[in-house]
Structures are given as structure tokens and as C-alpha cells.
């Protein structure tokens, strides 16, 4: 008997987008109602077509039920021509980094690129857990320095996603675009 052949139902790679929405207006009646400026559109659908120039493009979304964040995703779609469905979901709204971690695990597992579109702490405190330590020293440094609205986290994910937790993704790029002020 020979050596046991990999299982052909699991991914070819995994791969984690954590993602901050675009930049909203200042004030609301409510928080969660929140809307993108003109400016926060812009830089979400050039996230977007980054994403899909990088072949980055996501086959699983989790959102955040706020306003912005659900507009966030959909210029996102437009730019990057992603067939995914997100699952809006009220529990990335209210979210810390370990009950991100919660929501992310339960991603199926085929699914290869998935990508989280949250809020701040969050997004940025989710990225830094996860990463494995040996980050790609030019996105960490840009990670470092902030991470401000539409910025994207790439990690390169090395469990299954049930099991994903501190240190089990590797910072492979960082990105924000600067032409979309």
C-alpha cells in the first residue's frame, strides 16, 4: 500500500483579507448607520481592483452589518468582480479581535480566499494576532505605521480555517491606496 493521497477536496491555499472599511462621514444618528463619503467609495472599489490584480479575489465574506461597511463590500464587488455572497453579520459590527476569530473559523473549508470587512481596533489587532511572527518586513512596517480606512491585510493562512487562532497566518502583503483621496 502506498502513501495516503492528499485530500483533493482541500484548498490549494488559504488565504485571509482583513479588511477596514472606507472612509465614512464624521457623525450619524447612529453609528451603525454610518454612511461612505465620496472619497471611501473611491478607495473601496481600488481596493477591490487591487485585490483582483493580485488574483486576490474573495469566494467568502464576512461583513459587518454597519452602513459602511455593507457599502464597503459592494464597491469592493465592483472592483474586484468577486461572485461571493457576503454574510452580514451583526457579531463583526460589535467585534474584538477573539470574537473575530469566532466568526472566521466557521468560513467552510474549501473556501480559499476569504475576506472580513470590520472595523478598527479590530481589523488592525485581528491582523497582527494572527500573524505568524515572519511577516513580510515591508508590509509590517506599513501595517505598523496604521491602518486606515480600506487598508488590506493579506495573510497566507496555514491551518484549516475551524482551526484558525493566534499566530497561524503569515503577513503576506499590506495595502492601501493612496491615489483615491
Known amino acids: 500500500m502506498g502513501p495516503p493521497s492528499p ?14 472599511h472606507g472612509k465614512a462621514e464624521a457623525f450619524g444618528r447612529e453609528d451603525h448607520q454610518r454612511r461612505l ?74 473556501a480559499e480566499v476569504v475576506l472580513y470587512v470590520g472595523h478598527n481596533p479590530t481589523a488592525a489587532s485581528l491582523a497582527h494576532l494572527l500573524d505568524d511572527g ?17 487598508a488590506i491585510a493579506v495573510l497566507e493562512i496555514s491551518v484549516p480555517w475551524a482551526e484558525l487562532d493566534v499566530a497561524t497566518g503569515h503577513l503576506a502583503a499590506f495595502h492601501v491606496d493612496q491615489g483615491a483621496g
Not at 485530500?7 to 477596514?20: C, E, G, N
Not at 452580514?88 to 469566532?102: I, N, P, W
Not at 515572519?134 to 480600506?150: K, Q, V
Open 37 to 110: 463619503t465620496e472619497k471611501g467609495r473611491r478607495e473601496s472599489t481600488a481596493a477591490g481592483k487591487w485585490l483582483a490584480a493580485q488574483g486576490i479575489v474573495p469566494n467568502e465574506a464576512y461583513v459587518s452589518s454597519a452602513t459602511r461597511t455593507r457599502q464597503t463590500w459592494e464597491a469592493l464587488v465592483a472592483g474586484s468582480g468577486t461572485p461571493a455572497e457576503a454574510r452580514v453579520e451583526d457579531a463583526v459590527y460589535s467585534a474584538d479581535a477573539d470574537s473575530a476569530l469566532d466568526v472566521l473559523r466557521g468560513a467552510p473549508a474549501d
Open 134 to 150: 515572519d511577516p513580510d518586513p515591508e508590509s509590517f512596517r506599513a501595517m505598523s505605521a496604521g491602518f486606515p480606512t480600506a
Open 7 to 20: 485530500d483533493s477536496s482541500a484548498p490549494t491555499r488559504r488565504v485571509l483579507v482583513v479588511m477596514r
